[in-house]
């Protein structure tokens, strides 16, 4: 303790007063505390102060006693100070809860309870990655009131951790800790305000996704060279009569009875999304590429010699022609007539070198498929020829299950036409069409033919088609721009590309985007737009586990973070009052490690106190 003169002046008249203050120690740093003010002490010299605060302090320890009976000023500072600090510790009593500061309170252990619990572990990560992909702030910038912003957080974690629709969200919103973490009350939430996120996020798509890009291509030292492009359909449920991209078309779903849409998604090699797009439903896969070559240029600016990667669905000349158009490399995967004349090359076992690879690190006793690849070049291009010993028995047993549905449909065919219940030649040449279109892997291998005389349908198998397809089984082929890789190298590039229908996968399940039950397009697109941004979030949290050798998938993550959850502790004291503490339970061992691999805190919120009296109600 020591005393300190404060001096100051109020309408001329200069006032001394003497402050009796210690040092403590802060957070900040040390700072003053002020115990007590001493009005005008009578004038002694400075160096006295240091004596008169050293006698104070002795005299409040205990040491009273020693006080001499000439230091009566003493003894009435002393008086002075408790009678302060006795009126200050009733007026924080007064005003704040017990124990808050490490206050003593009387408890009946055996009515000490626990209320309100609510699941934080998932939302709490969620929301941490949400902070650090300053998804917050790219939202600000595109104009987003603090209330959409706080939705759209909500809504995408919502559809990280337990996809459902905006009728179902609020309850769930409700059983979390969202309002705890965000500070909201979410109480009398419903369904409209969801439908109008929806509305108010569709036109800044594109500035959102652009701004995303950069901010995670600076995180994670993302690469910016390779860009992975795939396609995949989403269904709706009903019938979507005000959605004008509703169409029925190629199903990858298998619900060729629903209406759907496309989406066009390109990610990058460690899986990142950089843009997507929404198509038709019977939009071809071929036909799709100019425009997303457009999207990848607005958003992120396509820089010349960047290489991009293509399966068989788009491998047509015009496309090929346009990547070259923008200089722009790629590595396609050939279509099946374009492979077919390689066959001599791929039955010449000479130059054939193995592709070595690592085990995986998910199972590190499985067996991996091998991979033999031999390298061609032609008319200015590099081509790959690619053979698979296990794929072989693959590619058979695909083959085998068109035929034989084929077949089986020829047959129904064949029995309606004898039966003449099909009897116009046009029409029996429409459903040998159908035919052909729906099968058109092994409808080649077949010579069909109606004859009118007889009224019946034949399907005559061709044996040197089809021996030649069964020698190509297993083998594929590979062309590209690029001539300064080898082999190996454009292989390993091309089958970055299941990284492309990985993200697909996990965006049907776990974050479950199929079905839709949206009717308006541009909500069908702010849900599939808020699935990919559930993605990028699912993606950076796996990214940054497996940066330090962790390979658990989010599912698994999600699982382990569920026991993980929020409460308030209810504590009634003797006197009748109730002292209520809201806090973050102690996380598990699984937690605490998790949270520490991914750099997220172990405080989910700051503790609240709230002290409820009995005559408060």
């Not at 590039?493 to 229908?501: G, H, K, N, Q």
Request: charged letters at 30%; proline letters at 5%.
């Amino acid at each position: 303790m020591y005393i300190r003169k404060s001096i100051r002046s109020y309408k001329g008249t200069t006032y001394t007063n003497y402050v009796l203050v210690e040092s403590v120690h802060t957070a900040n740093g040390p700072r003053q505390r002020t115990i007590c003010s001493l009005g005008d002490l009578s004038p002694r010299p400075a160096a006295d102060w240091l004596k008169l605060a050293r006698k104070i302090e002795d005299a409040l320890v205990g040491q009273a006693d020693l006080l001499d009976a000439a230091d009566r000023e003493v003894a009435d500072i002393v008086r002075r100070v408790k009678a302060h600090t006795t009126k200050a510790a009733i007026e924080e009593e007064r005003t704040t809860s017990p124990g808050a500061g490490g206050g003593l309170i009387k408890l009946d252990p055996s009515r000490v309870s626990t209320e309100r619990h609510r699941e934080a572990g998932p939302v709490h990560v969620g929301y941490q990655f949400w902070c650090r992909l300053e998804l917050d702030r790219i939202l600000r910038h595109c104009g987003l009131s603090d209330t959409v912003r706080q939705l759209s957080c909500a809504i995408t974690l919502n559809r990280l951790i337990a996809p459902c629709s905006e009728h179902a969200m609020p309850q769930w919103i409700r059983r979390t800790a969202l309002a705890d973490i965000l500070g909201a009350d979410f109480d009398r939430l419903a369904e409209d305000p969801l439908y109008e996120v929806l509305d108010k996020l569709h036109p800044h798509r594109a500035a959102i996704e652009a701004a995303l890009v950069a901010r995670e291509r600076s995180l994670f030292n993302l690469d910016s060279t390779i860009y992975l492009y795939d396609l995949t359909s989403t269904y709706f449920e009903g019938l979507a009569t005000r959605n004008g991209k509703a169409k029925r078309g190629y199903s990858r779903d298998h619900r060729p009875d629903c209406k759907q849409v496309v989406i066009g998604l390109v990610v990058n090699r460690d899986s990142f999304p950089i843009t997507h797009e929404i198509f038709a439903g019977n939009t071809q896969d071929r036909a799709t590429l100019s425009t997303m070559l457009d999207r990848l240029a607005e958003r992120i600016g396509l820089k010349e010699g960047a290489t991009v990667v293509l399966d068989r669905g788009m491998a047509f000349d015009e496309n090929i022609a346009e990547l070259k158009r923008r200089k722009l490399n790629y590595v396609v995967a050939s279509r099946q007539p374009e492979r077919d004349r390689w066959l001599a090359d791929f039955e010449d076992t000479d130059g054939f070198v193995p592709v070595l690879r690592a085990p995986s690190p998910l199972n590190p006793a499985q067996k991996k498929t091998s991979i033999e690849v031999k390298t061609r070049i032609e008319d200015e291009q590099t081509y790959v020829l690619c053979r698979s010993e296990q794929r072989i028995a693959k590619d058979r047993a695909i083959r085998d299950k068109h035929e034989q549905r084929l077949l089986a449909d020829l047959d129904k065919l064949a029995r309606r036409i004898a039966n003449k219940k099909l009897v116009k030649p046009d029409k029996i040449n429409q459903a040998i069409g159908r035919l052909k279109e729906r099968y058109p892997r092994v409808a080649r291998y077949y010579n069909l033919a109606h004859d009118r005389q007889t009224a019946s349908l034949s399907a005559t198998a061709d044996p040197d088609k089809h021996a030649k397809a069964e020698r190509l089984d297993g083998c594929y082929l590979l062309k590209t721009n690029r001539k300064d890789l080898s082999g190996d190298e454009l292989w390993r590039i091309y089958v970055l590309l299941t990284r492309a229908e990985a993200a697909f996968r996990d965006m049907k399940s776990p974050l479950a985007e199929r079905p839709i039950f949206h009717h308006l397009e541009h909500r069908v697109e702010a849900h599939i737009f808020f699935c990919v941004l559930a993605y990028h979030l699912l993606i950076a949290i796996e990214k940054t586990l497996l940066d330090q050798g962790i390979h658990s998938s989010w599912p698994t993550v999600r699982e382990t973070l569920k026991t993980h959850q929020v409460c308030t502790v209810v504590l009634p004291v003797s006197d009748g009052s109730t002292f209520r503490i809201r806090k973050a339970a102690t996380p598990e061992r699984e937690v605490g490690d998790l949270y520490r691999s991914l750099a997220v805190p172990e405080a989910v919120i700051k503790p609240q106190h709230t002290w409820t009296r009995p005559d408060s109600d």
